[in-house]
């Protein structure tokens, strides 16, 4: 693809000047446009050093309302890198709607790098090309606008470029031994940057690659090209978003939750004797936990009164304060309906050493947005999908994923619902919204059972706790978080 490019294209000054007030003019009127329909929009800029990235997005972002865009240039150390799994860095600078996210450098840079120094059958570029399709395939599902921009210079005029710059005082500091070491391993760049372009093109998320020898050229043609896909977008002319994934053939209606024996249930003294047992045992695990760097989330859901607070105190008792963190999950707030529904979790996904323990999740999606027709058919059908794609990329980054459905019968609900209106101390428990998602029982178990089925994987499986007995499902929980981080230990 790149050796076919013509790079001598340029502009006069003349052409130019025209080019570049047209686009500007018109650009200024869409970022508007944007903000009123609430479409987001995702520039990605890369190029090889010296080829003049910095002046064409200047050039660019002078066309828009600072107010409405932010500019992104994520350079991370090795320790940054090695925290947290590669796409949290960037997932959490994604733009809400109606905004305009410009990043300068991204998960590209990292995939690229790697692949030069490592290979093309190396399990990071692989996984990251992988990864990055997924990532941009959920944004553009979720209304985005994604344009990628690839700025070419050969390795002469790369050269050229650099030696200028060197010369220049003011310029001078720009210049760095990576940008040489580029020049110098100018064809292996190549050789990656042509099966990155390859795996990571498509309609939702296209690259463009710009002939950016003369800057002008550069600039109108980028400027133009992002005109042209905002005008496009908003004229419905844009290519289709990815499908969501359809139903399976075959019922939902058999699932092992309809096979439950709810009648477990475990002594006092056996469950006193049970839980210092896998307290102490977890207390332990948490510091080689610690001490190998891994990162551990435990996630809870499960039909109202069921338990999940309980189990989730007991589990939490035993562990150092520093090192772990409950995320209660409640209806997002506005602006986190802003943006794509996975933002608020890519920001609470632990770092290495960490555990998050999750009072329910991202399956809110597939859950009550499902029942309570918060998410239309077609999001929720597809967030199966995404919600898998998310869980590997975490799993991928060394994170042991354990995730518990509470269930018990509905008489034992009611129970537990009278109690908690008979107690003072546990009356703030009960909502109206408690009693009206009973009625709903039989749509949240149909919606159970098939989120059970789809996102029930080898690296994040559902386990599933009869939790009729609260003794026995605290501990049944604790065992099982202890057996997970043993294995992960080896």
Known sequence: MLETLDLDKHLSKKEFKNLFEKCQARLGSL??????????????FEGLGASGKGRLINDLLLCWDPRGFTYNYVKLSPEEKDRYPMLYHYGIRTPAKGRISVFGRCWYREILDRGVEKGLD????????????SFERQLAAGGALILKFFLHIDKKEQKKKLKEREKDPESAWSVTDYDWHQNRNYSKYEQVLEKIFQETDSEYAPWIIVEATDWKFATCKVLSTVQKAME???SRKAGPLPEPVLPLHGSMASSVLDSLDLKKDLGKNAYKIE?????????????????????????????????KGGAIKRLAQCLYPRNYEVVAVGAPNEWELNHHYLWRFWKEAPARRQIKIFDRSWYGRVLVERVENLATTEEWKRAYREINEMEENLARFGTVIVKFWLQVDRNEQLGRFEARKEDPDKEWK??????????????YMEAAREMLFRTSTTYAPWTIVEANSKQYARIKVLKTVCEAVKKALG
């Open 430 to 443: 009960l909502t109206d919204d408690d009693w009206r998602n009973r009625e709903k029982w039989d749509q």
């Open 275 to 307: 839980l210092q047992k896998y307290q102490e045992l977890l207390h332990s695990l948490e510091l080689d936990i610690f001490h190998k760097e891994i990162p551990v989330i435990a996630l809870f859901e499960g039909i109202d009164a069921a338990g």
């Open 31 to 44: 970022q508007r446009e944007f903000r009123d329909h609430g479409i987001p929009v995702i520039l990605i």
């Open 232 to 234: 496009d977008r908003l």
């Open 122 to 133: 190396e399990k990071f570029f692989r996984d990251g090309v992988e990864m990055a399709g």
